[in-house]
């Protein structure tokens, strides 16, 4: 079994910065996938943002440029930094990780809002 616990969420002015962990722990050396995916109440949960363990990285058109997603190995935790972010950008916000026997993980969500 994989636990994630997301954490740095807040309220942020427009054109601010937020940085979001997700910390891991158990059978984490089967990971295959880890993703940032964010959703407004009523609407689906959309992915944003992937790493893959050679370190590639993925990311939708709307935060490419202002979103980075990154692992720390040696703390066991993936981060979204996320900069110049917009109204649009309030969401909950999860961290997601998938391993290789199809399993797939999800952590509580922490909410991210954007305004003045």
């Known amino acids: 079994q994989v636990q994630l616990v997301e954490s740095g969420g807040g309220l942020v002015q427009p054109g601010g910065s937020l940085r979001l962990s997700c910390a891991e722990s158990g059978n984490i050396a089967r990971l295959v996938l880890r993703d940032w995916y964010r959703q407004v109440p009523g609407n689906q949960r959309d992915r944003i943002a992937r790493i893959v363990p050679s370190g590639k990285t993925e990311y939708v058109e709307s935060v490419k440029g202002r979103f980075t997603i990154a692992r720390d190995s040696a703390k066991s935790t993936v981060f979204l930094q996320m900069n110049s972010l917009k109204s649009e950008d309030t969401a909950i916000y999860y961290c997601?990780?998938?391993?290789?026997?199809?399993?797939?993980?999800w952590g509580q969500g922490t909410q991210v809002t954007v305004s003045s």
């Open positions: 997601h990780a998938r391993d290789n026997m199809s399993g797939e993980y």
